[in-house]
């Protein structure tokens, strides 16, 4: 299957007010008492003391990241990221809720920016300097959610008026580098899953040296169940071996009660040993 049949590039560019300056003044300050040299370190004022509110935003936006990094695969470095068409529309329709999310997060913050303002005047002190808040317009400005999907270009697709042997040699290395990528994208599944099948075989292990219990969550079983529909839209190359261990932590997780993995030490020993199998037999 082709690769630029089976996927898009998507970029997910969001930006958000940091509300942090650097204090001249009380870094001299600082660095003076101290007999420090100017090189010493700088003091970052947070211009939103006092309020949560700015960093819900951050948080949601980085939330969104780990979202779009976990259901895409590398492609570019830092910028777009392959995504396979078959979960397009159920990516474009979460994206498009956190994007909702996010900005209302925006809206909220943005109406009650004088308030925020105010409050950061009284834990800030003498600290405090009116000049450091931008408008709110222009504050407004800094933040944004933005989504550019474009399809995948074809190796060695050029259409350049160059001479024969240095368009040759520019598809040499694009080639090269096409491929390269597609490999650099087709071992993140592979980590994904070894990742996952790691952690659950070592949250299997029991201690019998320790007094403390181990807690097993729901999320121990979901996590693997939602990573085994994941990787079938992630498996863009349709690797046999992938797909045939994707299938396994399928077969291991499949029917099991997390009540048994609560309470029985049997039970634990038996999916830690089908796990581990799964491990032994890759070369990952």
């Not at 690769?3 to 001299?28: G, H």
Request: with cysteine.
């Amino acid at each position: 299957m082709s690769i630029t049949s089976s996927a898009v590039l998507v970029e997910m560019n969001i930006s958000v007010w940091t509300a942090k300056i650097v204090d001249k003044s009380i870094t001299r300050t600082v660095t003076e008492d101290n007999a420090a040299s100017t090189s010493a370190g700088v003091f970052h004022k947070n211009l939103m003391a006092g309020t949560s509110k700015r960093k819900e935003i951050s948080d949601a936006a980085a939330a969104c990241r780990v979202w779009h990094n976990a259901r895409t695969l590398p492609w570019a470095d830092k910028g777009a990221r392959l995504l396979p068409t078959s979960a397009f529309l159920d990516y474009k329709q979460e994206a498009n809720k956190r994007r909702d999310h996010l900005m209302g997060l925006v809206n909220s913050f943005l109406s009650e920016y004088d308030v925020h303002v105010a409050r950061a005047q009284a834990h800030l002190g003498l600290m405090f300097n009116v000049s450091d808040y931008p408008p709110v317009e222009e504050v407004r400005d800094k933040f944004g959610f933005r989504l550019v999907f474009s399809p995948v270009p074809e190796a060695g697709d050029f259409r350049l008026d160059v001479s024969a042997a240095d368009l040759d040699e520019m598809k040499r290395d694009y080639d090269a580098a096409f491929n390269d990528r597609l490999a650099d994208a087709m071992r993140e599944p592979w980590t994904k899953l070894h990742d996952m099948l790691t952690y659950m075989s070592e949250k299997l292990t029991d201690d019998e040296n320790s007094e403390t219990k181990k807690r097993y969550h729901d999320t121990f079983l979901t996590n693997a169940q939602d990573l085994c529909g994941l990787l079938t839209h992630l498996n863009l190359t349709k690797d046999p071996k992938l797909e045939e261990a994707r299938q396994k932590l399928e077969r291991v997780i499949g029917g099991l009660d997390m009540d048994d993995i609560k309470e029985s030490a049997a039970a634990r020993i038996d999916v830690k040993s089908r796990l581990d199998d799964v491990l032994s037999a890759y070369d990952w």
